[in-house]
Every structure is written in C-alpha cells, then in structure tokens.
C-alpha cells in the first residue's frame, strides 16, 4: 500500500466512523419497542459529537506551543501528549471500532516513550480487525526496537499473508535503519563525489524573532564546506516553518549565496514541516535534478534520523541504486554518539514508519505524519 492510500484510508476510517454512528440503533433485549428513527439519529448526534469535542481537546493540546527541542530532536512535552492520549482513548471509548483512535492514541504513548503500551493499543486493533496491515507492521517494528526479534519475525509472516507488498517496505525500514547505526558519523567533507551527486542540507526552527538558531548556522557552515569540496553538486535546502515572514529554505538559500555559492545550484524547499517531510520534498527535488547520490548534511545528533528518512523516501521516485551518506555539523562529542541512544532510535523508528506512509496521527483533525 502506497502513502497516498494508506492517508486516503486513515482519513476515511474517521469519515465512515461518524457515518456508522449515525445509522446505529441499539434496540432493548426485554421485547420493548426499540428507540424511534429520531431518538435513534439524537443519540448518535450526541456520540458523534463528544467525540469530535474530543478529538478537537486532542489537537489543542497537541499544537501547543510547548516543545522540548535540541539539534537532534524536537518533541511536543510528556505532558501535552498525556493529555492526546487520554483524549483519543476517551474517544475510543465511545466509538471502540475507529481503529484510527487507537492507532494515534498509540503514536501519543510511543511520544510519551511509552513503546509497550502502544503495543497493547495495535494488539487492541487486531482483537477486531485481526487482518489490519498498519497493526502487524507497526507490531514488526515495534517488537524489532525493544529487542524481540522473534515477535517482530512473526509479525511480518503475518503482514507476507494478509499484505505482501508491504514486506519489502518493511525490509527496507529495517535495512535503512541497520545501515544508519552501523555507520560511523563524520565531520569530514569529501574530496570528492561520483558524479550525480547532490547535497541535501536539513533545515532547523527559526527563532521566534525569523531569524537563523545557532544549530542551523552551524549546518549551513558544514554546507558551505562541503559545497566547496564539490563545486559541481546541485544543493537542496529545506525546512518550511514559517516565522516572522521567513522560512528555513530562504534564509539557508540566501546564506550561502552571500558567501559565494552559486545561486543557480541551489534549490531552496520551503514547505516541510518535519524531518519526514524535508526526506519526502527532497527526494522530489532530487529526482528532478537526476541524483545518483545524496551527502546529507545535518547535526550529529541528528544525520542518522534524517539519512534514514532520505533513503526510505527516495524508494518511490529515485533509482533503486540511489544511495545516501552524511556529513555532520558536530553539536555534541562524535564519541557519545557513538552509539545511538534509546531516545534516538525510538525517533529514528517513528519517523521511518511515517516516511514508508503510516501516519503517526490519523483521526481528523488531528492528522499529522
């Protein structure tokens, strides 16, 4: 199943939810009259309503502006995200077949690092659904992040009978992030490149002022490096988040360009919003530019996550032998990232399974990769 069907299906979960609540009857076993159309159709208005009160109470709390932010990582606080969860469970209650409930109640315990307990929600949903794709495939992941593999293996025997075509996405997860860890992080520009190759350098929050923060100066810093080492790659700078009328893309762009690189080699991506979404955008702008090879330039703490993504995103529109490598601009010791924390490989799993399609939060209008 491909991005746009997997979001065109967890949209219409919640559509087909308030649909079914409204054609619900729940006549009385002691042989009395059951209810009439019209009390019928005012108690599923009732329903259908505490649940979008709900599912609005989520989103408020989740597009609070409180965050927890480094040059590795940005997360929404443990405490808004409680308050997500409690919502969307609370809904659930009300309307226990919306599978799309439980999946982003799911999402909310995994933000609150909270990973067994997400289990429980998708082993919830194949209670009543034991064929759902998105339940096997995020118990494959899951399992394979708190070490049992032999849970995770059997997941995806599952997902080979009810959804072989996921398998190879899922592979494909499970290589990218191997491939990541393995990996020693770098500082070092290269010397060279093979030829189609381009620079991706991710983008960083503006201050609240539009003005550049001091991680992303210190990428754009590496970039210029890098793209001095390889005058003749094509750059693509990304990051969408609007602040004070300036985007990352536009203030990375003009940055270098005030430094002497050519403005003709660099397209600036002002639309993401997410790591996930600077790997979705870029692989687009890529693929236009015909890349072979991507260098990924982000900070340490942080390449991993955003190779990962890259890879997975280009499955779709680059060729199969498109590869990535990193160059990091060093926001911590390269020695204490070593090896990657817990808190780092949950991000790095989270934003996989967004990129490959799954939505982390899908119950509208709380829809978010």
């Known amino acids: 199943m491909n991005r746009t069907s997997v979001l065109t299906r967890a949209v219409a979960l ?105 289990l429980e929600l998708y082993r919830k949903v194949l209670s009543f659904a034991p064929d759902d794709d998105d339940a096997h495939t995020y118990l494959a992941v899951w399992n394979r992040f708190l070490g049992d593999a032999a849970g995770s293996a059997a997941e995806v025997e599952q997902l080979r009978r009810v959804a072989p075509d996921r398998v190879p996405q899922v592979e494909a997860l499970f290589a990218a992030i191997d491939g990541a860890v393995r990996t020693p992080i770098t500082e070092r520009a ?50 969408g988040v609007e602040k004070s009328g300036n985007t990352e893309g536009a203030l990375m762009k003009n940055w270098l360009v005030e430094r002497g690189v050519d403005a003709a080699r660099i397209t600036d991506e002002n639309f993401a919003r997410t790591t996930v979404e600077n790997a979705l955008y870029s692989s687009y702008v890529l693929a236009t530019q015909r890349v072979d090879h991507a260098i990924l330039i982000s900070s340490a703490s942080h390449v991993r996550r955003g190779t990962v993504d890259l890879l997975l995103a280009a499955r779709e529109n680059l060729p199969a032998t498109f590869t990535v490598s990193s160059v990091a601009a060093v926001d911590k010791p390269l020695a204490d990232l070593a090896t990657p924390s817990t808190d780092e490989l949950r991000s790095i799993h989270r934003d996989a399974l967004s990129t490959i399609g799954l939505w982390s939060y899908r119950s509208a209008p709380l829809l978010q990769r």
């Open 14 to 118: 919640a559509a087909i939810g308030a649909i079914a609540l409204a054609g619900c009857t729940d006549p009385s076993d002691d042989g009395a009259a059951p209810p009439s159309p019209a009390s019928s159709s005012a108690a599923a208005r009732g329903v259908a309503g505490q649940v979008a009160t709900l599912l609005a109470e989520a989103k408020e709390a989740f597009d609070s502006p409180t965050r927890t932010s480094t040059a590795g990582n940005t997360d929404k606080t443990v405490d808004n995200m409680a308050v997500v969860e409690q919502k969307l469970l609370e809904a659930s209650a009300l309307a226990p077949y919306r599978a799309d409930l439980l999946f982003s109640a799911a999402s909310a315990r995994i933000a609150q690092k909270n990973v067994p307990g997400a």
């Open 190 to 239: 290269p010397e060279s490149a093979a030829p189609n190759t381009g620079i991706v350098v991710l983008g960083y929050a503006l201050k609240n002022d539009g003005t550049m923060d001091a991680p992303l100066v210190q990428r754009l810093e590496k970039a210029l490096e890098v793209a001095r080492a390889l005058p003749a790659a094509p750059i693509v700078v990304t990051g």
